[in-house]
């Protein structure tokens, strides 16, 4: 292929990439849309990081997300490089209704185990201590409220509770 050529093919691979994340994108909100249908209002995507590490503390975020806007790029974090991971953080953080973060201490971890640290960290932060609950905080009053956690069942909460594995 000469060099024209490809420039000429460039464009066209770039709007093809642009359609398949699209189309990636609306294929993860049809979990969303199928509970919304169900009638929950709201829907809080809640998920962990440090698990996995020998030192520090574990930390969960939970974030409600404007279901009108597409993130393009967002992903599980292990998928992306640094400058990604950014990108994508820094999108969400625009984008979103409500978020909160949690953060459970390495004593606290040692206490009750990784697991139920894990738990822990996600519960609060779905509650958000320091501020109202997250349903409170998107809309001044609480709404049915759903929280998607990410590969660990996470009961006890004024929310329901569905575990998904998907990154």
């Known amino acids: 292929m000469t060099r024209g050529a490809r420039a000429e093919a460039q464009p066209a691979r770039a709007m093809i990439e642009l359609f398949l994340e699209?189309?990636?994108?609306?294929?993860?909100?049809?979990?969303?849309e199928g509970l919304s249908r169900c009638?929950?209002?709201?829907?809080?995507?809640?998920?962990?990081v440090g698990r996995g590490s020998l030192a520090g503390p574990v930390v969960a975020?939970?974030?409600?997300?404007?279901?009108?806007?597409?993130?393009?790029?967002?992903?599980?974090?292990?998928?992306l490089t640094a400058p990604e991971r950014e990108r994508a953080a820094a999108a969400i953080r625009s984008?979103?209704?409500?978020?909160?973060?949690a953060e459970v201490s390495p004593e606290v971890i040692d206490?009750?185990?990784?697991?139920?640290?894990?738990?822990?960290?996600?519960?609060?932060?779905r509650q958000d201590k320091t501020r109202a609950t997250l349903a409170e905080q998107?809309?001044?009053?609480?709404?049915?409220?759903?929280?998607l956690a990410g590969g660990i069942?996470?009961?006890g909460s004024e929310a329901d509770i569905d575990t998904i594995m998907a990154g």
Do not use: F, H
């Open 138 to 147: 998107a809309t001044g009053w609480v709404k049915p409220l759903v929280a």
């Open 95 to 101: 984008t979103a209704v409500a978020a909160a973060v």
């Open 111 to 125: 206490r009750i185990n990784i697991l139920e640290a894990s738990r822990q960290a996600m519960r609060e932060a």
């Open 61 to 79: 975020a939970a974030v409600i997300v404007d279901t009108r806007c597409l993130v393009p790029g967002v992903d599980d974090s292990k998928c």
């Open 39 to 48: 009638g929950y209002g709201l829907i809080a995507g809640v998920d962990e």
């Open 153 to 155: 069942i996470n009961g």
């Open 22 to 32: 699209a189309y990636r994108l609306r294929l993860l909100r049809g979990l969303e």
